[in-house]
């Protein structure tokens, strides 16, 4: 039996990496904690749950602000910087899943579930067009880019569901409900596919779509899959 996906740790506890310490406890709606005293962390507005008073709160800008901005992305995130410890939460049940990046390394994530970074990380967008993802609306979807660019560092995603991760040898694929991907390395190549199902009955028929990921390179899978509306 070829392997299965396996499911990513659930809780968190003391992991060091990229300059922060932090933690992931998780029951229902999860919680991530970190120690942003030596190395910031930015992160959307939004998913603000407590913080030390000790921290401040600014603005960080986006590479591509003129091209974001015309594609209706943000252009700004909010970062924090110690001392102390601020925690996060999204308003919603879960998993939180810790992407470690060595320099040079890329992440590939699906838009809308973006937590946290360490400020090491390099976040950029693309679009992605194509008759495939008219599932997304007529524009596309985005995939939000991650790169390890002055050091080492951390991406924290929120996916829906339980998160599970598929190691994929070189040319070995396999094909993922379009709402059920959260990221994939940079080596992995995405195609969508489409059968159209016919019942042979008054010419009822169906389109069937999957998008297939061919390895190498790691691919996170959500159990609860969602499709997010697209900006036109």
């Known amino acids: 039996m070829p392997s299965l996906p396996e499911l990513m740790p659930t809780e968190v506890s003391d992991e060091t990496f990229g300059g922060v310490t932090y933690h992931v406890a998780s029951e229902l709606v999860p919680v991530l904690s970190v120690?942003?005293?030596?190395?910031?962390?930015?992160?959307?507005?939004?998913?603000?749950?407590?913080?030390?008073?000790?921290?401040?709160i600014g603005l960080k800008s986006l590479k591509g602000a003129l091209k974001r901005m015309i594609a209706g992305m943000q252009i700004f995130v909010t970062e924090a910087s110690g001392p102390g410890v601020i925690a996060f939460s999204r308003d919603g049940p879960g998993h939180i899943v810790p992407i470690h990046l060595r320099r040079g390394e890329e992440i590939q994530v699906r838009e809308h579930q973006f937590l946290a970074a360490t400020a090491s990380v390099d976040y950029t967008f693309e679009r992605v067009r194509g008759l495939g993802t008219m599932l997304f609306g007529q524009s596309g979807f985005f995939i939000d880019r991650f790169r390890g660019e002055t050091g080492d560092g951390i991406v924290w995603l929120h996916g829906y569901g339980n998160v599970f991760e598929k190691a994929l040898?070189?040319?070995?694929?396999?094909?993922?409900?379009?709402?059920?991907?959260?990221?994939?390395?940079?080596?992995?190549?995405?195609?969508?596919?489409?059968?159209?199902?016919?019942?042979?009955?008054f010419g009822a028929a169906m389109n069937f779509v999957v998008n297939r990921f061919t390895g190498p390179g790691r691919v996170g899978i959500q159990s609860m899959y969602l499709h997010m509306p697209s900006e036109e």
């Open 35 to 56: 120690d942003v005293t030596n190395m910031p962390v930015y992160f959307e507005h939004h998913i603000l749950l407590w913080k030390n008073t000790t921290i401040t």
């Open 169 to 201: 040898a070189p040319g070995e694929t396999i094909d993922v409900e379009p709402g059920g991907w959260l990221f994939k390395d940079a080596s992995v190549k995405m195609d969508t596919r489409i059968d159209r199902l016919s019942s042979g009955f």
